[in-house]
Antibody, heavy 119, light 110 residues
Framework: QVQLQESGPGLVKPSETLSLTCSVSGGSISSYYWSWIRQPPGKRLEWMGYFHYSGSTKYNPSLKSRITISVDTSRNQVSLRLTSVTAADTAVYFC?????????????WGQGTLVTVSS | QSALTQPRSVSGSPGQSVTISCTGTSSDVGANNYVSWYQQHPGKAPKFILNDVSKRPSGVPDRFSGSKSGNTASLTISGLQAEDEADYYCCSYAGSYTWVFGGGTKLTVL
């Protein structure tokens, strides 16, 4: 059974870069779509973007050029990088797997990791 | 990319049925059948409960069903149980290889 685990700093200063890792166990990263989804405290889910093993990526236009999603197949990890963060980027960040052919459904999900942007 | 519109809250008594709507546009919900639904209990990660408008994965009770008409998708939960109390989110393909979630609906079991 595939399991996902997010990890990374829980506190990031404004204007700095947020970097998170999603470690995948019980299955391979190969062939699947991998997404990052975030949820500000008390607010809705927001799809941030995906990476497909073929190398294709797509990001939420609202994040413009601040976001990068990549994978490290040797470590079976999916990474998220978000630059120039502000308080509005404070959220629980989830990684989730799609299928081999479509981004959704998002399943399974990691348990999420809270990132607070504050000086 | 605007969030899909869901009612902020719905409620029902045990054994009753409730329906949660998810309204988008002809560019997202109305344009495809890539609508999925997620259940989220407080402090937990979302759980996938429906895909492609109405397909249930194994392990999800058949009390959960989905449909779509025009730009609005719907999730119906019949035979409400206490453990159904949670937040529910719809998600749709929004074109240009992007995806959008709804605003979320809090279900209260009275």
């Amino acid at each position: 059974q595939v399991q996902l685990q997010e990890s990374g700093p829980g506190l990031v200063k404004p204007s700095e870069t947020l970097s998170l890792t999603c470690s995948v166990s019980g299955g391979s990263i190969s062939s699947y779509y991998w997404s990052w989804i975030r949820q500000p405290p008390g607010k809705r889910l927001e799809w941030m973007g995906y990476f497909h093993y073929s190398g294709s990526t797509k990001y939420n236009p609202s994040l413009k050029s601040r976001i990068t999603i990549s994978v490290d197949t040797s470590r079976n990890q999916v990474s998220l990088r978000l630059t120039s963060v502000t308080a509005a980027d404070t959220a629980v960040y989830f990684c989730a797997r799609g299928t081999t052919t479509v981004v959704t459904p998002f399943h399974p999900w990691g348990q999420g990791t809270l990132v607070t942007v504050s000086s | 990319q605007s969030a899909l519109t869901q009612p902020r809250s719905v409620s029902g008594s045990p054994g009753q049925s409730v329906t949660i709507s998810c309204t988008g546009t002809s560019s997202d919900v109305g344009a495809n059948n890539y609508v999925s639904w997620y259940q989220q209990h407080p402090g937990k990660a979302p759980k996938f409960i429906l895909n492609d408008v109405s397909k249930r994965p194994s392990g999800v009770p058949d009390r959960f069903s989905g449909s779509k008409s025009g730009n609005t998708a719907s999730l119906t939960i019949s035979g409400l149980q206490a453990e159904d109390e949670a937040d529910y989110y719809c998600c749709s393909y929004a074109g240009s290889y992007t995806w959008v979630f709804g605003g979320g609906t809090k279900l209260t079991v009275l």
